[in-house]
């Protein structure tokens, strides 16, 4: 009998173990009736995400980082033709020009860098992740706040909190639970590209914390009487917190100033 795998804590592995979680997670990452024709399976592990993900992709390339575990999982999918395994850093990979999915258990200490990854890929369609519960919450705005990332991107890539998975699903256990992140981009994007580069000065300032505030901040850019007019267009108090402002409010303000 082959001894289990030991965990690589340099590699930050926290294997998905439990089967409806699996699924779940499955039906949240490939949605449609049609199978999703191609997915890039962010550290397939031992394959728990990978089998239940297979039936719904045309092909599906899974990544794993991890030399002592593609063997298994070459061997664990050597009957299904569709699916490949590719050995070496997810990260290091070249994103397809054709549209793709991105799906996996990732690493908590490499979130923001695979997050970053899909972002950047200009064919990527979604990317369903699971991920430390905290950082679901803070991307998506599930604690009231927002985040500069989340913000600065809303006007091509929707962030939502898909779902929870408590830290039991795992081994070895990690000290907190996970969160289901899914990262959508727009078919149609809520502002071209003209401005799209004016909504990124806007909110990077904004986020500057230049001036104590955000009317502060967007102050020092524009005429304070257009700021107090695009606030009340916004209906929002000029002492609220830059975190506190959802994306709707912001669109507003970049409507007003920009206009």
Same mark, same amino acid.
């Given at each position: 009998m082959a001894r289990p795998t030991r965990v690589s804590r340099a590699l930050s592995q926290n294997f998905l173990t439990d089967r409806a979680t699996a699924e779940r997670f499955a039906r949240l990452a490939a949605p449609h009736p049609r199978p999703v024709p191609l997915l !890039?399976?962010?550290g397939a592990g031992k394959g728990a995400l990978t089998r239940t993900l297979a039936?719904?992709?045309?092909e599906l390339v899974a990544h794993e980082i991890d030399p002592r575990l593609?063997?298994? !999982?070459r061997a664990r999918f050597a009957d299904t033709p569709h699916v490949r395994v590719v050995a070496g850093d997810f990260l290091a990979a070249r994103p397809p020009r054709t549209p793709f999915s991105v799906a996996g258990n990732v690493p908590f200490s490499r979130t923001s860098a695979v997050v970053d990854w899909c972002l950047r890929a200009p064919a990527l369609t979604d990317a369903t992740l699971l991920t430390q519960l905290e950082y679901a919450r803070r991307r998506t705005g599930d604690y009231g706040s927002w985040t500069l990332l989340t913000i600065r991107t809303w006007p091509r890539h929707e962030w939502r909190l898909a779902g929870r998975v408590g830290r039991y699903g795992f081994r070895p256990v990690p000290r907190v639970d996970a969160g289901i992140l899914r990262v959508e981009r727009r078919r149609t994007p809520l502002l071209d590209a003209d401005a799209c580069r004016s909504w990124r000065r806007l909110v990077e300032l904004?986020?500057?914390g230049v001036g104590g505030s955000l009317h502060a901040s967007l102050s020092r850019a524009h005429p304070e009487r257009r700021v107090? *007019? *695009?606030f009340r267009a916004a209906r929002l108090d000029p002492g609220v917190p830059v975190g506190a402002v959802p994306p709707e409010r912001w669109l507003r303000l970049h409507e007003v100033l920009t206009s």
């Open positions: !890039l399976e962010v039936p719904r992709c045309r593609v063997p298994v !999982l904004g986020f500057s107090d *007019a *695009a």
